[in-house]
T-cell receptor, first 118, second 112 residues
Framework: GAVVSQHPSWVICKSGTSVKIECRSL??????MFWYRQFPKQSLMLMAT?????????EQGVEKDKFLINHASLTLSTLTVTSAHPEDSSFYIC??????????????FGPGTRLTVL | KQEVTQIPAALSVPEGENLVLNCSFT??????LQWFRQDPGKGLTSLLL?????REQTSGRLNASLDKSSGRSTLYIAASQPGDSATYLC???????????FGTGTRLLVSP
């Protein structure tokens, strides 16, 4: 149980285009989803916290107009990188918290999406 | 603000050795701490979650301990195997928030 999927697993796009990444909780409902970014050989950095039905909370230094987050249901959150540039190339990982066992604060992580902007 | 540090940054050992990975955190008012494994180009695999009321957790050859007073956690790997080669990350919650703060990671290489 507690499986989180991400789609696509990798994507290559041209500079200036927008890319949407999906994060789904497959067998549980997630009131909260988190989006992380990981540059090569670096640790995960939290970008934003996404709560179902409300606006996402962005970390300091993360441009909310560039990284659009939508958490439309208890099983789906999307991250759209708008007008992508080569410096946005990174590994994007989402995680989700299980509504029914929220008190444990366990986050379940997706497999990640590798974005390469040419 | 929580800060998490891991040492060593990299570790190379021969197969069969027992080893210890260290994790330090600045804010000891945490309610849990997690250890993860990350293979190259892959997502995270949760290894162990230690609640603040616990001092250690065990899973197979892995044992994680937590000492809140000193702001430290250790991950002990017994009888290491080449398949253990990966990056190991620890993560602690940011004070008063649900957010996880990740350490810098330890890249482990176990040679046959």
């Amino acid at each position: 149980g507690a499986v989180v999927s991400q789609h696509p697993s990798w994507v290559i796009c041209k500079s200036g285009t927008s890319v949407k990444i999906e994060c789904r909780s497959l067998d549980f409902q997630a009131t909260t989803m988190f989006w992380y970014r990981q540059f090569p050989k670096q640790s995960l950095m939290l970008m934003a916290t996404s709560n179902e039905g409300s606006k996402a909370t962005y970390e300091q230094g993360v441009e909310k107009d560039k990284f659009l987050i939508n958490h439309a249901s208890l099983t789906l959150s999307t991250l759209t990188v708008t007008s992508a540039h080569p410096e946005d190339s990174s590994f994007y990982i989402c995680s989700a918290r299980d509504l029914l066992v929220d008190f444990t604060d366990t986050q379940y992580f997706g497999p990640g999406t590798r974005l390469t902007v040419l | 603000k929580q800060e998490v540090t891991q040492i060593p940054a990299a570790l190379s050992v021969p197969e069969g050795e027992n080893l210890v990975l260290n994790c330090s955190f600045t804010d000891s008012a945490i309610y849990n701490l997690q250890w993860f494994r990350q293979d190259p180009g892959k997502g995270l695999t949760s290894l162990l979650l230690i609640q603040s009321s616990q001092r250690e957790q065990t899973s197979g050859r892995l044992n994680a301990s937590l000492d809140k007073s000193s702001g430290r956690s250790t991950l002990y790997i017994a009888a290491s195997q080449p398949g253990d080669s990966a990056t190991y990350l620890c993560a602690a919650p940011n004070t008063g928030f649900q957010k996880l703060v990740f350490g810098t990671g330890t890249r482990l290489l176990v040679s046959p």
